[in-house]
C-alpha cells in the first residue's frame, strides 16, 4: 500500500500498519475525526498513586482508559489495539531516564504492567479549526507551544509537581467561542485553565516556551491556555519509578472512538 | 442550639452538631445549595480495582474525593472535615452483610482504609427545581424511586454489576431542558442514561421501584432514568469485601463545595 494514501485510512487500517512495523512517524493529521491517546505504563505498585494523581487532576490527566495489571488489550478506545504493537514508537525509562525508543514492547512487557491512556488536545484542535478558531502552530507548521507554570497539582503519593500548559494566541473575539468549544471535550484537557496574562501563573517569556515551538503573537490576540498531556509524563519522570514505558512525543494511540463520541455536550 | 434552625445552618456548623453526635438524621434539605456526597470505604486491597471501577462507569460512580491509605480528612470537599466522625450514621458491612449502623467509626479506624466519596442526585436535583422541572418524588415527600436495569456496568477487578437508576416523571416538554441541566453536573450523575420506554432498560414495572418509593406518573408523562449512587454501593455488597463502612442511606457527608463549583458549565 502507497504510504502517501495513508491520510485517507481509519483508525483500524492505520493501527495495522503500524503493528507490522510500515508506519513509525508521527499520527498527527492521520484518521481526522478519531480520538487519539497519550500512553503511560506503569508497574502496578504505582497504579493506585497515578490513578488517584488523574482523578485529583482531570484537566491535565484526561483517562480515557485504565487497563488492570497485565492487560495488554483496550476495550473502550478500540476492540482490537494490542497495546505493545499498535504504537509506533515507545519510549522507555528507568528511574526517570530515557534508555530507549523502540517500536514494540512485547519483548518487555510484564503482568504487573498497568496501562493508561489519557486524552489529547488534537482532539479539540480539530473542532476550533471547524469553528475557525485559529490554532496558530498549525497554522505556521510547529509544535505546540509548553509552558511550565506555578499552578501545583494536587498530588498523590509519589506524584506531584506543576501543571505543564500549551499555549494558543487568539483575538478577543473569539475567546469565548474556544471556551464554549473546548468546554465540550472534558475528556481531552476541556475548557481553557487560564486566560491572558502569562505572569500570573509564572509564565515569565511566551517566546520561550520549555516544551515545543513558539508562535507568532499578532497584535491584539490574547494568549490561552489548556492543560496539557505533558503534565502527567513530567510529574512521573519525577517520581522516578523504576520502569516507565510512554509513547514517543507525538506518536501517539490512534482510537476508534470519534471526537464527537468524547464531546459531553 | 435550637434543632428547628438546622435549616439555616451552614455546612461547617452542621458537621460540628454531627461530629458532636448532636445530629443522626438524613441530610436531605440541610445546607441548601452545597453538595452532599456518597461515603465508601475500603480496605486498600480493593482501592485499585474500586477507583478503577469509578474511573470506567462515571455516571454512576462520579468520584469526588478519593483519600489515600489511611487518610481521614478530606482537602478538596472541605479543609476540616474528619470522615470518620462528620457522618450522621454508618453502616459496616462484612463480607457483604450489614453489621451495625454507628455514629462514628474512629473506634475501628485503620490504616490500610481508603476512602471514596461520590456525587449524589441532591445537587441536580436543585437545579432542576430552580428550573421549574418538576421533581415528582420531592413533591409527594417519597424517596426517589430506583430500579435495577440491565444495563452491565463495565466491571474492574473484583466489581460488577448492573446499573441501578433512579427515574422521574416529567411532561414531554420539560424532557431536554432536564437534559440540558443535569448535563451541567456531569461530578453529579451528569446527564441521563435513558429516556422513555422502561423496558428497553429491563425495567418492568414502574410502580414496583426495587428501592425507594414509587411515586405519581402522569398522563402524558415521561419516564426519565438517571444512573444512581445506589450502583456502587450493589457492586461492592456483591464482591463481599472482608469490610466496607458507607453512609446510612440518606445520611450524606455534606461538603463545603457549592452545586455550582461542580457544574461543568
Same mark, same amino acid.
Given at each position: 500500500? *502507497?504510504?502517501?494514501?495513508?491520510?485517507?485510512?481509519?483508525?483500524?487500517?492505520?493501527?495495522?500498519?503500524?503493528?507490522?512495523?510500515?508506519?513509525?512517524?508521527?499520527?498527527?493529521?492521520? *484518521?481526522?475525526?478519531?480520538?487519539? +491517546?497519550? @500512553?503511560?505504563? =506503569?508497574?502496578?505498585?504505582?497504579?493506585?498513586?497515578?490513578?488517584?494523581?488523574?482523578?485529583?487532576?482531570?484537566?491535565?490527566?484526561? =483517562?480515557?482508559?485504565? @487497563?488492570?495489571?497485565?492487560?495488554?488489550?483496550?476495550?473502550?478506545?478500540? !476492540?482490537?489495539?494490542?497495546?505493545?504493537?499498535?504504537?509506533?514508537?515507545?519510549?522507555?525509562?528507568?528511574?526517570?531516564?530515557?534508555? !530507549?525508543?523502540?517500536? &514494540?514492547?512485547?519483548?518487555?512487557?510484564?503482568?504487573? =504492567?498497568? /496501562?493508561?491512556?489519557?486524552?489529547? !488536545?488534537?482532539?479539540?484542535?480539530? +473542532?476550533?479549526?471547524?469553528?475557525?478558531?485559529?490554532?496558530?502552530?498549525?497554522?505556521?507548521?510547529?509544535?505546540?507551544?509548553?509552558?511550565?507554570?506555578?499552578?501545583?497539582?494536587?498530588? *498523590?503519593?509519589?506524584?506531584?509537581?506543576?501543571?505543564?500548559? /500549551?499555549?494558543?494566541?487568539?483575538?478577543?473575539?473569539?475567546?469565548?467561542? +474556544?471556551?464554549?468549544? /473546548?468546554?465540550?471535550?472534558? !475528556?481531552?484537557?476541556?475548557?481553557?485553565?487560564?486566560?491572558?496574562?502569562?505572569?500570573?501563573?509564572?509564565?515569565?517569556?511566551?517566546?520561550?516556551?520549555?516544551?515545543?515551538?513558539?508562535? /507568532?503573537?499578532?497584535?491584539?490576540?490574547?494568549?490561552?491556555?489548556?492543560?496539557?498531556?505533558?503534565?502527567?509524563?513530567?510529574?512521573?519522570?519525577?517520581?522516578?519509578?523504576?520502569?516507565?514505558?510512554?509513547?514517543?512525543?507525538?506518536?501517539?494511540?490512534?482510537?476508534?472512538? @470519534?471526537?464527537? &463520541?468524547?464531546?459531553?455536550?
Amino acid at each position: 500500500m *502507497a504510504m502517501k494514501n495513508i491520510r485517507l485510512l481509519g483508525p483500524k487500517e492505520i493501527r495495522a500498519l503500524i503493528r507490522k512495523g510500515k508506519w513509525d512517524k508521527p499520527t498527527a493529521g492521520l *484518521a481526522m475525526g478519531y480520538a487519539q +491517546a497519550n @500512553l503511560v505504563i =506503569l508497574p502496578q505498585k504505582y497504579a493506585f498513586d497515578f490513578l488517584l494523581f488523574c482523578q485529583r487532576n482531570p484537566k491535565p490527566c484526561p =483517562l480515557l482508559e485504565v @487497563l488492570e495489571p497485565g492487560k495488554f488489550k483496550t476495550k473502550f478506545l478500540s !476492540s482490537d489495539a494490542d497495546i505493545r504493537t499498535d504504537i509506533p514508537r515507545y519510549h522507555i525509562y528507568r528511574k526517570g531516564r530515557l534508555q !530507549s525508543t523502540v517500536k &514494540e514492547i512485547r519483548g518487555i512487557w510484564k503482568p504487573d =504492567l498497568v /496501562t493508561f491512556l489519557l486524552g489529547c !488536545s488534537f482532539s479539540f484542535e480539530e +473542532a476550533m479549526l471547524r469553528s475557525k478558531i485559529p490554532v496558530r502552530h498549525i497554522e505556521e507548521n510547529r509544535n505546540v507551544p509548553m509552558f511550565i507554570t506555578n499552578i501545583p497539582c494536587k498530588s *498523590a503519593g509519589v506524584f506531584h509537581g506543576p501543571m505543564v500548559v /500549551t499555549m494558543r494566541p487568539m483575538p478577543p473575539e473569539k475567546v469565548a467561542r +474556544a471556551v464554549q468549544i /473546548t468546554s465540550r471535550y472534558a !475528556s481531552v484537557h476541556g475548557a481553557p485553565i487560564h486566560i491572558g496574562d502569562p505572569a500570573a501563573i509564572g509564565v515569565k517569556n511566551l517566546r520561550k516556551p520549555e516544551f515545543g515551538d513558539p508562535v /507568532t503573537i499578532k497584535k491584539r490576540e490574547i494568549p490561552v491556555f489548556w492543560a496539557c498531556g505533558v503534565t502527567p509524563q513530567a510529574v512521573v519522570m519525577e517520581a522516578k519509578p523504576d520502569l516507565c514505558i510512554t509513547h514517543a512525543p507525538g506518536h501517539m494511540f490512534v482510537s476508534d472512538l @470519534l471526537n464527537e &463520541e468524547l464531546a459531553i455536550l
